[in-house]
């Protein structure tokens, strides 16, 4: 009921986007999981490895953020999806099903590989737990994927550029995200909140973990 009112606002609200409403729904769209997932993968693998890691960035994108973003644009254009930013939680089983099996693909091939920088490796690593992570819990409560995929890139930038400037720089823009999400009524405060702090956990402790 509650994912049902949530469509219901965007859809009353489709020709409200001047002003703050306006400027939060571009936020929303220029920082969509798939656009984050599509552009970091070269940029991690470039500033870890030159061009050849920014070669295999390349290839990651094309199957973590190609697979999922194809299997969602095809939903919407067939009426299963409301929107590709799924806005209805029951609709987002199948998509992430799509986005596991492609993560879990390419993590199997950059383990035997040779040549990828390792950075890109955890980063893969990442994806896939963002999804054990957030998976479960998006099935019972709407946590969102925006502020997670926000914080968490932010956090994984931090290994590979300034750490003190790229995570206050992050936090401002998963504040934005954030206040967009909820200006735009497709997700609570807390929804919002914990997004961010599970992103931005999983990353650290991929990391962490992983020694990169």
Known sequence: MADQSVAGVEASGADARTGLNGFAWAVTEVFAPQHLMLSLPPVVGGLAAGWAGAAWG???SAVCGGVPATVIAVGVRRGRLDSRHIVERSSRFKP???ALAAV???LLVLLVAEGDPAELTAMVVVMLGWLAVLGPITLVWKISFHTSTAAGVAVVLAYVLSAAVTLTVGAALVAVIGWARVRISH??????????????AVAWAVFT???V
């Open 58 to 60: 390349a290839a990651v």
């Open 96 to 98: 992430m099903l799509a």
């Open 104 to 106: 879990v693909v390419t």
């Open 187 to 200: 997700h609570t405060l807390a929804q919002a909140v914990a997004g961010a702090a599970a992103g931005a």
């Open 209 to 211: 973990a992983m020694g």
